[in-house]
């Protein structure tokens, strides 16, 4: 078994408050776990208006497969106009 961890450090484009910054990152983190049915937390930057950063983890047999699924993730945050990814990290470990 596989098990892929990542964290995406964004940029808030489209952001004046606190409280625009979490509509804007719960819907993505939303849209992510639903449709990947990854973990998914906000991992750092909290009280940063203009900053964020997510983490997603996921596990699967084939290290193939963890791939797939990040560059599905990959494309959906950067196809997401209110943010901009800044770093990306990403850790693979095989847990036998």
């Not at 599905?72 to 990814?85: G, S």
Request: glycine share 6%.
């Amino acid at each position: 078994m596989f098990v892929m961890g990542c964290v995406f450090k964004l940029r808030i484009l489209e952001s004046g408050s606190l409280k625009e910054k979490r509509r804007i990152i719960k819907g993505l983190m939303e849209k992510i776990r639903n449709r990947y049915r990854v973990s998914v937390v906000e991992a750092g930057a909290q009280d940063l208006w203009d900053q964020s950063e997510i983490g997603c983890a996921f596990g699967a047999n084939h290290a193939q497969d963890l791939e797939n699924r990040l560059e599905k993730i990959l494309q959906l945050v950067e196809t997401t106009p209110q943010v901009e990814i800044v770093e990306m990290v990403v850790d693979t470990i095989k847990l036998d």
